[in-house]
């Protein structure tokens, strides 16, 4: 009579042990890479599991590699420039975009159409014209101007550039300004200003806010009262008139270098105390948790409590809300410098490069100064998508 | 309850006193002082002033005195009803600045309405018709919404409005009603310039409140209290607007507190890029020319308004919310 596999002593018994319940039931089923090696998701790390949940949101994804795309930009910004983004030109104002044309007659080519000058008799301000019948070739990974990659090596080629690197024709993609300066060159240095200010100022404020945060949280008591009234009174300051009273108490005489760093640190200053309330709130809660207790108990210093057992908890949300914060320092910074009272030039950020389009007359004669603004926009939305999808994936109760 | 709102308004002049010290560095943290624009904008344009002036200023208008004395004089000022002179336009500052906060109060009422009046409808529709074309348009306009910076709206609509429709749509006021006495006519024109400032100021707000108010009415709607009223028969509209909305509106009406302070931080911008007579600009101006009087008066008002609506916000929801009282 045959008796199920199970009380057979003949058929040895299965080698891998069945799940618990059925699989189906489980959301991360559909994520795992390989079908059949189930046993995975039991084993994978914390970080596994959220880089497969994040994956399942394409538009996140697809955010994830435009940022990363804008940031190659902001890191190597003279590879991607097709001119000296200070280098102003009296004869060339105010010329429109020249649109980049691919084929020329059946054969791949690069090349822009040029462009010319007729100065209007009563107003006397130059009028551009295409000249159909004349091309400016270009070719990719030309010669051009001189500069350095990340500070250290000094080369000539650029993405884009002249086939003919010893004709003095230019070219301009993004048209030029009221000082003829190239604005595509200049968005691409403004780049990386207007990104590394909002990397560094999330990077202060987060450090701060964990500390102070963290130390809130953990030691309770008359510290936690002092901070939690410090950030209470931060918090009630309404963000932008401080902002302009701060920034405008920087002396006009300061180099660029200076503004940078005081613009990072009061942006920094106002931003800290959301996550330190979020981190002591947390804190709050895990003090009283066994595995703490157990720590505290087997003898493990004050430091390695925090940093070995309660901070883990914290990462996820951490890169979140760092990802999530970055945007929001760039249009601070953009609007800040719109303004007249962040970076000044002959600095090159977003927003200086929108001062130029900040009355109706230059936005009349020349639209394509908005230009930056719709950087702005994109850089804000993909890092905001992206910053969503990693909250979505490492928020374990949205499951 | 009121014990609450009791302690929080015996509060409310010890966070006045602080924001005003906190005001009063910032203004005077730029070295030099007024003299020194002043001196310096007459050296640009040309003509100088001499030592025995300049020493004739600075101790008018008591700027030689160690900063806690200016602080205390000033603020004995202020508490007295005298909000001081303003150096740089040479006019008291009550004047410069009455007209000026009635249009910016009356701008941030009117964005007010426009924000509610367009934000609940649309996060109604988009959490009754969830994942229609509508509601997926909508996300993209909020996702928009968020993204785009402030000024950067103003100045594309400023564009539009220029290019498409020939329209210069600069000031709150045509030419000819800029000095004008109020009227009928003058209120008109008025509105008739008010939209497009209400409209950029607005549609950042919208963004935002729409999408709360979906997700709140999502989770009202999936009560089973909603079900009960579909199979008693109710109509579908009605029940949606009798009973869930009405939950889903009380967290909100929470953050109308924090409103007036934002819209008015938050129409600096617009202020001086549409160049309205609003007090904005005027807070900019004084900053760089470092007219600290003004400079400090308007930052105080700031921080009074900002506080005033923290107040409202807070007694708001712990009126609603008696959870929050236990505190």
Do not use: C
């Not at chain 1, 002092?226 to 300061?254: G, V």
């Not at chain 2, 807070?283 to 470092?290: A, E, M, P, V, Y």
Request: glycine letters at 6%.
């Amino acid at each position: 009579m045959s008796v199920s596999p199970e009380l057979n002593p003949s058929v040895p018994p299965p080698e891998v042990d069945p799940p618990p319940y059925d699989i189906e039931d489980v959301s991360v089923a559909p994520l795992i890479p390989d079908e059949d090696d189930v046993q995975s998701i039991y084993v994978a790390p914390n970080w596994k599991l959220i880089w497969w949940r994040f994956k399942k949101h394409k538009l996140a994804v697809f955010s994830t590699v435009v940022v990363l795309m804008i940031a190659t930009v902001a890191m190597f910004p003279g590879f991607f420039s097709t001119q000296d983004p200070n280098e102003s030109d009296a004869k060339e104002l105010f010329i429109p975009p020249q649109r980049l044309h691919f084929f020329d007659d059946g054969s791949l080519k690069l090349y822009v159409y040029a462009v010319d000058g007729v100065r209007n008799p009563e107003t006397l301000r130059m009028e551009w014209q295409t000249n159909y019948e004349e091309k400016i070739y270009l070719q990719l990974f030309a010669r051009g101007y001189p500069y350095e990659v990340l500070g250290l090596i000094e080369t000539e080629i650029h993405l884009f550039g002249l086939a003919d690197p010893e004709s003095d024709e230019t070219f301009h993609f993004l048209g030029t300004d009221r000082l003829g300066r190239d604005q595509w060159s200049r968005l691409i240095y403004g780049t990386r200003t207007s990104l590394s200010i909002g990397l560094v100022a999330v990077i202060i404020s987060t450090i701060l806010g964990i500390i102070l945060g963290g130390l809130s949280g953990y030691y309770g008591g008359t510290l936690d009262m002092i901070i939690q009234r410090l950030i209470e009174l931060l918090q009630s300051l309404p963000a932008i008139p401080i902002w302009l009273a701060l920034t405008a108490a920087m002396p006009r005489d300061w180099s660029v270098e200076q503004t940078y760093f005081a613009i990072t640190i009061i942006l920094a200053l106002i931003g800290w105390t959301t996550l330190a309330r979020e981190v002591r709130s947390r804190f709050l809660s895990l003090r009283e948790e066994d595995y703490v207790v157990a720590a505290k108990l087997s003898g493990a210093k004050e430091a390695r409590v925090v940093f070995r057992h309660m901070m883990p908890t914290m990462y996820s949300h951490i890169i979140a809300s760092v990802t999530l914060a970055i945007p929001v320092m760039i249009i601070s910074e953009t609007f800040l410098s719109f303004l007249g009272l962040g970076l000044r030039p002959p600095a090159i950020s977003w927003g200086v490069l929108l001062q130029e389009a900040q009355n109706l007359q230059s936005i009349a004669l020349a639209p394509w100064l908005l230009i930056p603004g719709l950087a702005v926009v994109i850089t804000v939305l993909t890092m905001n998508l992206m910053g969503d999808g990693l909250r979505d994936a490492s928020d374990p109760y949205s499951h | 309850m009121s014990q609450y709102i009791i302690k929080r308004l015996l509060l409310l002049p010890l966070l006045l006193v602080i924001f005003s010290i906190f005001a009063f560095v910032i203004i005077q943290a730029p070295p030099g002082d007024f003299v020194t624009t002043y001196i310096a904008d007459l050296a640009a344009s040309g003509s100088s002033i001499d030592q025995a002036q300049i020493d004739a200023l600075r101790d008018r208008y008591g700027l030689d005195q160690p900063m806690y004395v200016q602080y205390y004089k000033w603020m004995s000022r202020i508490v007295t009803g005298d909000l001081g002179f303003s150096l740089d336009w040479q006019k008291p500052i009550k004047e410069l600045i009455g007209e000026r906060i009635m249009l910016t109060i009356m701008l941030g009422l009117f964005t007010f309405a426009f924000t509610w009046a367009l934000a609940v409808p649309i996060g109604i529709i988009s959490a009754v018709k969830q994942y229609s074309f509508l509601d997926y348009s909508f996300t993209v306009f909020n996702y928009f919404g968020v993204a785009t910076p402030t000024f950067m709206t103003a100045l594309i609509l400023m564009w539009i409005a220029f290019s498409k429709f020939g329209v210069s749509v600069t000031g709150l006021f045509s030419p000819e009603y800029i000095d004008a006495p109020w009227s009928i006519e003058r209120v008109q024109d008025l509105l008739r310039h008010m939209w497009l400032p209400m409209v950029i100021l607005g549609l950042d707000g919208t963004a935002r409140l729409a999408r709360i108010m979906r997700a709140n009415l999502l989770d009202e709607l999936n009560k089973p209290y909603v079900e009960m009223a579909r199979a008693k028969g109710m109509s579908e509209w009605r029940l949606v607007l009798k009973y869930p909305v009405r939950l889903a509106i009380n967290p909100l009406v929470s953050t109308i507190g924090w409103y007036l302070p934002l819209i008015f931080s938050g129409s600096v911008i617009v202020a001086t890029v549409l160049n309205l007579p609003t007090i904005g600009p005027m807070l900019l101006r004084s900053l760089i020319s470092q007219d600290m009087f003004l400079a400090g008066s308007i930052v105080m008002i700031y921080l009074f308004l900002a506080v005033i609506g923290t107040l409202i916000s807070d007694i708001l929801l712990a009126w609603l919310d008696p959870r929050i009282r236990m505190d």
